[in-house]
């Protein structure tokens, strides 16, 4: 997986050099970009790449932009969503947050600033549409200049900022089911930490807990992330045979009861732990009820806010 262009080493030899000749004319603002001849139903897939590849093309309007082709020539007409002058403002405002948030990184280890990168998005934006700037809601404006962004603009943004530190990344995509049972489409991220790979979700990761910063969706590996996920069968994603998440895991109502009573008496704010089956959230209710002694109730009566993801098997904890 390389650092920034995962999607431009799957394509084929004959799609390479187009991309890399379209990639130029964004960047310069060229509103037609003559790019040879190629196949027309290659246009979709060489648009995909260049899309989820590039995230700091906020300002292209690829939704918006077609191709012109016959049999000696291919061009592309480019539609831009905000004038040069804005997007160089906008991107003076990105590169003083990076900067800010690489002085913030300095001397974590790979793992860790995946990590802070995950808890930075979840802390300062929320999910939702954001209408301050065309699409923002989909692109790295949304989540990073507005705080606020659907799954594709929490996605394009983790994947700008891991750019930024070096962090391999690709932004994946798919179907997802939301916590109400509604399924759609969706993205995500995979990184790549020395020689594993993991599926990072920091969507899904908000819908659990907001601004708690879930960790649930964290380094997943593939049969995890399956459980609530479908994956696009556009590109081939690496396999993540192995989860690396940072979530303590317990095997019953027990081993729940003394993981929740020793983080209540530790003074934790709020506490999150992933079982190893799942139960609908009226099944481990009853279990704990069920499990519950009176000298128990001391610490259990301090339980607050509360979520249950059971796709994820996580229980989500605010303490009063």
């Known amino acids: 997986m390389g650092v920034s262009r995962y999607y431009l080493h799957k394509l084929p030899p004959h799609l390479k050099n187009v991309y890399k000749t379209v990639l130029e004319g964004f960047r310069g603002r060229k509103e037609e970009i003559a790019a040879g001849p190629f196949p027309p139903e290659d246009f979709q897939r060489l648009i995909d790449a260049l899309h989820y590849d590039n995230p700091e093309l906020f300002y292209v309007g690829f939704g918006r932009s077609c191709l012109y082709s016959s049999a000696r020539s291919s061009v592309f007409r480019v539609t831009y969503t905000l004038e040069a002058s804005e997007q160089e403002r906008l991107e003076k405002r990105l590169n003083t ?3 800010s948030l690489r002085k913030k990184l300095t001397g974590m280890t790979m793992r860790a600033g995946a990590l802070y990168l995950h808890d930075y998005l979840l ?5 939702g549409e954001c209408g301050a700037y065309p699409n923002a809601g989909h692109n790295i404006l949304g989540p990073l200049l507005c705080g606020k962004c659907v799954c594709e ?5 983790y994947k700008y900022l891991a750019d930024t530190i070096g962090l391999p990344c690709i932004v994946a995509i798919g179907e997802g089911i939301h916590p109400d049972g509604s399924s759609g489409g969706h993205a995500w991220n995979l990184v790549r930490l020395g020689d594993a790979c993991f599926h990072v979700d920091v969507t899904f990761d908000s819908l659990i807990a907001g601004q708690y910063c879930s960790r649930a969706y964290f380094l997943l590996s593939t049969k995890e992330i399956l459980t609530d996920h479908s994956i696009s069968n556009r590109f081939a ?14 095997a019953g109502t027990a081993e729940l009861l003394g993981f929740l009573e020793k983080e209540y ?8 732990v992933r079982m190893t089956k799942g139960f609908t959230m009226k099944d481990l209710t009853e279990k704990i009820r ?12 301090h339980i607050g806010t509360y979520w249950y993801r059971d796709y994820s098997r996580t229980l ?3 303490w009063k």
């Not at 802390?123 to 999910?127: G, I, P, R, V």
């Open 153 to 157: 603009g929490y996605a394009k943004a």
């Open 97 to 99: 947050l990076v900067a």
């Open 237 to 250: 994603l690496p396999d993540c045979p192995a989860g690396g998440g940072v979530l303590q895991t317990v």
């Open 290 to 301: 069920r499990k519950l002694s009176p000298r128990d109730m001391d610490w259990y009566s």
């Open 265 to 272: 008496r530790n003074g934790a704010s709020h506490s999150e």
């Open 316 to 318: 989500f904890i605010c």
């Open 123 to 127: 802390k300062n934006s929320s999910y």
